[in-house]
């Protein structure tokens, strides 16, 4: 079915078995391939909570009810998904998928602290969600439905999400994603930073993606 922006949705239903691994490159083959009229995703072989999963997911489902597709149902989830799930509410956050099993809405004592990213009305919607775990902190970022002309620039975002991250924590990894390429960035204490390019055009809308993993700075002592 070729929709009114020119991007290409299948009739048919779709069934996708993301397994458990740490690749940006691969996530992004798998969550922004071709869209289906209908999806499933099976979450089996992904026991453990991994930011980008849920981040690349979730920029899925925004990208689907942006073409008024159905909301992507999500089944196979570990008690670790459904634990975190519940106890942030995550799906009560206003994200456009389902979970086909039951997820309660626990009380939780941790707070979610809220990003400083986007909000320049570039786009009508936008999500940023953080994970805290020791010394790590992943966060991603999620926005569509483009409502100003022109191009919007990956540094704008990267500007300010260094800006904010700098402060306490150094920039491990990022991977940011526009409907037409990417941008890899690695870092070390080995080496300097470096940085992949890919020139990688999708048939979605346009759209502006970040998911990154942070490290905690370790307080400098005075002598």
């Given at each position: 079915m ?7 949705v299948s009739?048919?239903?779709g069934v996708?078995y993301?397994?458990?691994?740490q690749?940006?490159?691969a996530?992004?083959s798998?969550?922004l391939s071709?869209?289906?009229?209908e999806?499933v995703?099976?979450f ?9 999963f849920?981040?690349?997911?979730t ?6 009810e ?5 909301k992507?149902?999500?089944k196979g989830l570990?008690?670790f998904?459904?634990t975190?799930?519940a ?14 099993e039951?997820?309660?809405n ?10 400083s ?11 940023h ?8 902190t992943?966060?991603?970022f ?5 409502q ?10 990267m ?26 960035y ?9 940085v992949?390019?890919r ?6 809308p ?18």
């Amino acid at each position: 079915m070729n929709r009114s922006d020119g991007s290409l949705v299948s009739s048919s239903t779709g069934v996708f078995y993301p397994y458990q691994h740490q690749d940006f490159y691969a996530m992004d083959s798998l969550f922004l391939s071709p869209l289906k009229q209908e999806e499933v995703w099976d979450f089996q072989s992904v026991s453990q909570v991994h930011l980008g999963f849920l981040g690349f997911l979730t920029l899925r489902s925004f990208l689907r009810e942006s073409l008024s597709l159905p909301k992507l149902q999500v089944k196979g989830l570990s008690k670790f998904w459904k634990t975190y799930l519940a106890k942030v509410n995550f799906l009560g956050k206003g994200v456009p998928w389902e979970s086909q099993e039951f997820i309660p809405n626990l009380v939780s004592d941790s707070p979610i602290a809220a990003l400083s990213l986007g909000g320049k009305g570039h786009w009508s919607s936008e999500f940023h969600w953080e994970k805290q775990e020791k010394d790590t902190t992943s966060v991603f970022f999620s926005a569509t439905n483009k409502q100003i002309e022109g191009d919007i620039a990956i540094s704008d975002l990267m500007k300010d999400f260094l800006q904010y991250s700098q402060t306490d924590h150094y920039l491990e990894r990022a991977y940011i994603r526009k409907e037409n390429s990417s941008y890899l960035y690695l870092n070390s204490k080995e080496t300097n930073p470096r940085v992949f390019f890919r020139d990688n055009p999708t048939d979605m809308p346009e759209f502006l993606f970040l998911v990154a993993e942070l490290k905690t700075k370790s307080p400098i002592h005075p002598n």
